[in-house]
């Protein structure tokens, strides 16, 4: 992509206006409590600590509308605690500008790190930076500075005490993130009755499974409808993939795929059903016909499925009873804690975290890290901005470095994306801001509830995009300011010409300190194929020997292919809006090594819904296949990375061996078979000749050795919105 098409693309992106679900009762409370600080600080003390204060309230605000599965009242007490450590901080080496430039850049370091711990600490690190710039241009003694930084502290308190008095639907983001998981779900079983093989997005279900972590305290007040549906989405998926499939499941035409039609559509519609019951709190509600549908007939009362295809529709059919029994239970039920629960959803306390974020942040000081190098550009970035701000003839030229700090992100589409917003956005809420209080002149109490309904308006439209968030954010402090004594002549000009030299830096910033993503697609498809790899290995090993079956290894390999895949898209979508070439993997190959690991995936997935009972027999050429597929892997894995072509001849020899040694062939080796398409189909993506390697397995294929090869998952270009 051309630098000049970059830049439009991004420029759209941030410009753009969503549509997005309101939350007018939580944007209360949060503009509720800037309103309680401000209001006690300006009539039990002076305008600059009401501004000191509502700096305070209004950043904890913001944190608690961020996506994080920490109870809010958490999040708010932190980001206050960050912000008056930060205040009293620069307070102290306000007076000495060589001081206080050493205590910004290595505070704003740190707080680019804080991306390596996730993207809510990320938000908390820069927020803690932007109120260190703009409070301690306020005047005061190190006695006042204790008192601002108390008083900040406050304002976070006084919103986590809301948030506990004046709760707004306790557990809701944890219900709607189990009922999207349930409701993606049903969707996936209608798209299944057309497309056999249609695609299939996990991350609902991983989203699902990061918000049932609990504490042990939130374990003993956890809602019962959230205990016991999440586990049986995750069964849900590979039985609804396995009964649609036409290899293992039913075939393509006839009566038996007529059944399954069936199936899936009242399927989906329990699936719908129990997502609506838990968003909501209420019970189940299934129509008639949908049960009806899910009998399985007796002799003679129509058409009956076999074999693979019938064991899928009766595991289905239990899965379905006990997610609507689950839901129905009462309120009052409890449910004792699992293994499984305790050892890998109990989310560790705040204390215990710490620990854990070091980790983090020590894992990504390395040179080639994105994080490292956003936290080093955002430093550089932030002291020059003040420097330069220092130098020019403005009263508040620390807004430079403020715009800069607030638009920086660790990768190049956000932070362009974020820095036209920001500017157009400022330019909106300086002139309607400058405008009213032109006309109106008001006191610093009118000032105030103006700089309220700001919030207010905030809070209401945070979803809606960058822009207008930053419309309401420059009208705020335009008021607020005005609370101070500030005139709006000289903040409108000031805010619009430093937040344009602050924006243009962060920009200039990328472009000659960049930290690109195409560079590591290798990298992270790499790294997919590997999961990928050990998913597969483990739902083999399972069938070449039942008796040592390990579910927990099937479960965390599968989990680890899913971050794999996450990680991976992440990746391709950054690259998409990169201005710089593919350095070997173009994006049209990019897409077909996608598809053939999503197919792989999906077969795995597939299989791990037939997995044999630990009495069954052990199979002596899937054990052959398996040890031949861990091998082939990890030359594979190894080719990806040193851009060689793939080469699955000795494994489709195995499988050949397989397949001529076993007269009826069973899940398992039809799997295989389908294993062995997606991985040609990845040597084909990444082949750089004219046929690649697969060549010779297409012609042999063609000879007649093996079954024929029946179908494919649709790739990006066949199928829009895949990703």
Known sequence: MTWSRALKETARSGLTIERAKLTPFIAIRGSVGVALVIGLCLYLGSPALAVSSAFGAFAAGIATFQRSWRPRPVLALAVAGGLSVSTFLGYLAAAHIAGFLALLAVWTFLAGMAWSVGPVSGLVGTQTVSVMLVTVTLPTSVLGALEHAAIIAFGGLVQAALIVLFPVRPWGAQRDALADALAAEADYARRLRHDPV??????????????????????????VQLHGPRALAEQVRPVLASLADPVVGVPVEGPERDRARELLGAAATV???????????????????????????????????????????????????????FTNAPVQ?????????????????????????LRAVRREIRWSSHIFRHALRVSAVASAGYLLGQALPFGHGYWASLASVMVMRPDFGQTYSRGVARFAGTLVGVAVGGTITG???????????????????????????????SACVAAYVVFLLGVAGAGWEQTVQERVVLTLIGGLLAMLSYALFPAWETPRLRERLAQWLEANGRYAVAVFDSYARPAERRPRQVRE?????????AAWEESESRAEKEPVRHRGLSLRAAAAAQSALATMGRVTMILEAHLPDREAEPS????????????????????????RELDWSTLRGVWEEWAARTESPGVALRGADLLLDALDDLAQALSRGPGGRNRAAREARAKGAGPPRTHREPSAADTPGTR
Do not use: W
């Open 198 to 223: 249609a695609p299939f997005d996990p991350q609902p279900l991983m989203d699902a499974r990061l918000a049932s972590a609990v504490t042990p305290r939130q374990a003993k007040r956890r809602p």
């Open 271 to 325: 699936l719908d059903a129990v997502a609506t019951a838990i968003r909501h709190g209420k019970p189940v509600r299934l129509p008639p016909e949908a049960m009806a549908t899910l009998e399985m007939p007796q002799d003679g009362d129509g058409p009956r499925l076999t074999g693979a295809a019938r064991r899928s529709a009766l595991r289905l059919i239990s899965l379905l009873a006990d997610a609507v029994e």
């Open 333 to 357: 039920a409890t449910r004792p804690t699992t293994e499984e629960e305790r050892g890998h959803l109990l989310r560790p306390s705040v204390p215990k975290l710490v620990p854990v974020a």
């Open 439 to 469: 006309l109106t002149h008001p006191n610093p109490y009118v000032s105030a509830a103006l700089a309220v309904v700001c919030v207010l308006a905030m809070y209401l439209l945070m979803r809606t995009g960058v822009s207008v968030t």
């Open 557 to 565: 390999a599968l989990l680890d292919a899913r971050a794999a895949r």
């Open 620 to 643: 002596p050429g899937a054990q052959a296949f398996t040890e031949e597929l861990r091998r082939s892997l990890e030359r594979a894995v190894a080719a990806v990375r040193e851009r």
